[in-house]
């Protein structure tokens, strides 16, 4: 592979309008304070006590040998006080899901490593943040490469991660043998992912076959210990905690003109337990969720809660707020509108003193054949053109190659016409509205000619516009952009393959990177 272009994510509709104002730093709203630094020697650091430091530590290691797996690099490193986290993360999709997620993880590394460069006092360790508690099974059981689709088909219910991994074999069988003639290190990391019994292992396994020990520190949140730590934010959620003072940020934004990204509820919690996720709602002094067999008084919830904390779960607008709680951690990577919902809770993040990290766009990549980018180039467009509308494009090729422009003949005959009319008119008044007709009429004649000289040219330049339908489609298969379509094995079937993109990665260059191979 090799990069053709980039080009800066102001230049595309690629990002909400939040985002691209947030890493720009333009607006009433994002001034130089708010905005996205991307100077590395001024980036603040949270203070972590070594106690949390330990605590960390001991549960990562907990994980990691409960998978048997070699202990990176990384996680002893974080009991010292002078090291920090980069951390990205991603739900677990179908054996790695759209490719995105190799963009999300090489970008927070490629990041870690100019942070490491930049403070030699300092040490910073790119973290994996596996959102194994999300249960939208269906938004993770699609995996598409290429024109197949493959589906995971699961009966079982609440966190993904906690699911088990026996319908997941099926889908491997499938993918081994259709993928049979391919010598693929992602497809031998899948099958040995395998033995695990539960899909947060099995995910473990994969991104860490992928990435390696050197570098890359997974961790899954949803664990008993970790969870201890979030209690007291539990506690204050149930007296309006994060409604109020989100509603308060919220209120700035859609003030400065922006669109909100995440949904604020009263109660932004899950309650998790063998086969549900579900919301918890407060109904007066009542705690209940929807399959609750009892509802709770406020003080017999947290009492369990206490007792089991592993049965507490936080939505969208408190993850960021745990992980927090948790990880020593100076930047968070993500998509443009992961970012987009973190500024939703500035306010918050203040309220509670806890340090809120410096927010990076990840890289973003797009694929295209050498050889179909010549062809393009060769059509007259350029790289940026890969973002427009296919309609917009077609018709854009077809005025340019067009031998039979009539404009300058049209425009000649609305001036004559003016003329006339205004001739005309000075001497009788009363023949206006009849000449207005009258031009009205020519002028549907005239754009009807146009319309059928277009098909005309479409039909003479048929096999270029047939190379415009192909390019675009490969940018965005089923009208969606390819990083979200596309499977990490549409365009990597090597570690070293994965490496090298880490090397192109850099997300405080804000630009889509348009990658030729």
């Given amino acids: 592979m090799?990069?053709?272009?980039?080009?800066?994510f102001e230049k595309v509709n690629f990002l909400p309008k939040i985002t691209t104002d947030y890493i720009g730093g333009v607006g009433s709203y994002f001034d130089q304070s708010k905005g996205c630094s991307d100077d590395l020697s001024t980036l603040s650091v949270p203070n972590f006590s070594l106690s949390q430091r330990n605590k960390l530590v001991d549960v990562l290691v907990r994980q990691y040998e409960s998978c048997s797996m070699e202990i990176p690099r990384g996680v002893e490193l974080l009991r010292d006080a002078n090291t920090f986290t980069v951390t990205t993360g991603h739900q677990l999709c179908l054996f790695g899901g759209p490719v995105y997620i190799l963009y999300k993880i090489a970008s927070t590394i490629a990041?870690?490593?100019?942070?490491?460069?930049?403070?030699?006092?300092?040490?910073?360790?790119?973290?994996?943040?596996?959102?194994?508690?999300?249960?939208?099974?269906?938004?993770?059981?699609?995996?598409?490469?290429?024109?197949?689709?493959?589906k995971w088909n699961n009966e079982e219910?609440?966190?993904?991660?906690?699911?088990?991994?026996?319908?997941?074999?099926?889908?491997?069988?499938?993918?081994?043998?259709?993928?049979?003639?391919?010598?693929?290190?992602?497809?031998?990391?899948?099958?040995?992912?395998?033995?695990?019994?539960?899909?947060?292992?099995?995910?473990?396994?994969?991104?860490?076959?992928?990435f390696g020990s050197e570098e890359l520190v997974i961790v899954d949140p949803d664990d008993r210990d970790l969870k201890k730590?979030?209690?007291?934010?539990?506690?204050?959620?149930?007296?309006?905690?994060?409604?109020?003072?989100?509603?308060?940020?919220?209120?700035?934004?859609?003030?400065?003109?922006?669109?909100?990204?995440?949904?604020?509820?009263?109660?932004?919690l899950f309650y998790v337990?063998?086969?549900?996720?579900?919301?918890?709602?407060?109904?007066?002094?009542?705690?209940?969720?929807?399959?609750?067999?009892?509802?709770?008084?406020?003080?017999?919830?947290?009492?369990?809660?206490?007792e089991f904390p592993e049965r507490i779960s936080p939505n969208v607008i408190l993850r960021p707020i745990y992980?927090?709680?948790?990880?020593?951690?100076?930047?968070?990577?993500?998509?443009?509108?992961?970012?987009?919902?973190?500024?939703?809770?500035?306010?918050?993040?203040?309220?509670?003193?806890?340090?809120?990290?410096?927010?990076?766009?990840?890289?973003?990549?797009?694929?295209?054949?050498?050889?179909?980018?010549?062809?393009?180039?060769?059509?007259?467009?350029?790289?940026?053109d890969l973002f427009e509308s296919p309609d917009q494009l077609k018709n854009e090729l077809v005025i340019r190659n067009a031998s039979t422009d009539i404009s300058h003949e049209i425009n000649a005959i609305g001036e004559a016409f003016?003329?006339?009319q205004n001739k005309v008119v000075s001497h009788h008044s009363e023949l206006d509205s009849m000449i207005g007709a009258e031009r009205r009429k020519l002028q549907k004649q005239l754009e009807f000619l146009e319309k059928r000289i277009l098909k005309a040219d479409k039909s003479k330049n048929k096999v270029s516009l047939q190379r415009v339908d192909k390019i675009i489609g490969k940018v965005k298969p089923e009208g969606k952009w390819q990083e979200r379509y596309s499977s990490v094995f549409d365009f990597f079937t090597d570690k070293e393959s994965?490496?090298?993109?880490?090397?192109?990665?850099?997300?405080?260059?804000?630009?889509?990177?348009?990658?030729?191979?």
Avoid at 506 to 515: H, R, T
Wanted: net charge negative.
């Fill in 273 to 306: 337990d063998k086969g549900i996720r579900e919301r918890i709602i407060l109904d007066q002094d009542s705690v209940k969720w929807k399959s609750s067999k009892q509802n709770f008084s406020k003080a017999e919830f947290m009492e369990m809660i206490e």
């Fill in 323 to 384: 992980q927090q709680l948790i990880l020593p951690n100076a930047v968070y990577i993500g998509g443009g509108s992961e970012i987009a919902y973190w500024l939703q809770l500035e306010d918050l993040f203040s309220e509670l003193q806890i340090f809120k990290p410096q927010l990076s766009v990840r890289s973003s990549f797009l694929f295209v054949q050498e050889k179909l980018m010549n062809q393009w180039t060769e059509m007259g467009y350029d790289y940026q």
């Fill in 111 to 150: 990041f870690t490593r100019k942070l490491n460069e930049a403070h030699a006092d300092k040490k910073f360790v790119p973290v994996f943040w596996l959102a194994s508690e999300d249960h939208d099974f269906e938004e993770v059981s699609t995996l598409n490469i290429g024109k197949t689709s493959y």
């Fill in 2 to 8: 090799k990069l053709g272009h980039k080009i800066p």
């Fill in 418 to 420: 003016d003329a006339i």
């Fill in 498 to 517: 994965i490496n090298e993109l880490i090397d192109f990665a850099d997300p405080s260059a804000n630009s889509v990177n348009i990658m030729l191979f």
């Fill in 157 to 210: 219910k609440g966190c993904i991660g906690r699911m088990t991994t026996i319908e997941l074999k099926g889908v491997l069988s499938e993918l081994k043998s259709s993928m049979s003639y391919l010598d693929n290190d992602l497809l031998e990391e899948v099958e040995k992912s395998m033995v695990y019994d539960t899909v947060s292992k099995q995910y473990r396994s994969f991104i860490h076959g992928l």
């Fill in 229 to 268: 730590e979030f209690l007291p934010i539990v506690r204050a959620e149930f007296d309006g905690l994060s409604k109020r003072y989100v509603e308060q940020n919220n209120k700035k934004l859609t003030d400065a003109g922006y669109k909100l990204q995440a949904f604020i509820r009263d109660i932004n």
